[in-house]
């Protein structure tokens, strides 16, 4: 037996992602806890990849529609790996290296220009570093890693699966 169409996979793919921006919503206003700047980019990346898998969803291509949205799943997911990376990274190095905290997004959307913006978004500051929760020895960002890392999986064996052609009658 092999592996179910394409379609139903992209669904479940786009109610995970669905389901990880509900639980960050949840440890913001239900727990309390502040995102920052490359958490907001993560989020971002998971509503991007959610929204590009409900599209195959709704869409049903044929198999080079459904390649085409792998391959930019994958895209986008490989993105989400980086970024995830960059803060478990950041998580890990000693408290004498870890880079200055920045002052609230919303004080940093009025003082800088959008280029310096975005470098601190991808970059990442002090407050990066910090490490508000766990489960099972992860934080918030190495989950979400992982997460990256399996909806990456997922994209590429999308990508790369053999489908039955489809007959049009």
């Known amino acids: 037996m092999g592996l179910p169409q394409s379609r139903p996979l992209f669904f479940l793919a786009f109610l995970t992602c669905a389901g990880l921006i509900g639980g960050a919503l949840f440890f913001q206003h239900g727990l309390g806890l502040e995102p920052c700047p490359l958490c907001i980019v993560q989020r971002i990346i998971f509503i991007t990849l959610g929204v590009v898998c409900l599209l195959a969803s709704i869409h049903n ?3 080079t529609g459904y390649r085409i949205y792998a391959g930019l799943s994958a895209l986008i997911a490989g993105t989400g790996i980086g970024i995830a990376s960059r803060q478990v990274w950041l998580q890990s190095l000693p408290p004498d290296q870890v880079p200055e905290c920045a002052p609230p997004l919303d004080v940093l959307i009025d003082m800088l220009p959008w280029q310096e913006l975005l470098t601190v978004m991808f970059t990442g500051t002090g407050d990066c570093a910090e490490v508000q929760w766990t489960f099972l020895g992860l934080s918030i960002p190495g989950w979400s890693l992982v997460a990256f890392i399996g909806f990456f999986c997922f994209a590429m064996i999308e990508l790369f ?9």
Do not use: A, D, E, H
């Open 61 to 63: 291509p044929g198999n």
């Open 161 to 169: 699966r053999q489908r039955p052609k489809r007959m049009f009658t």
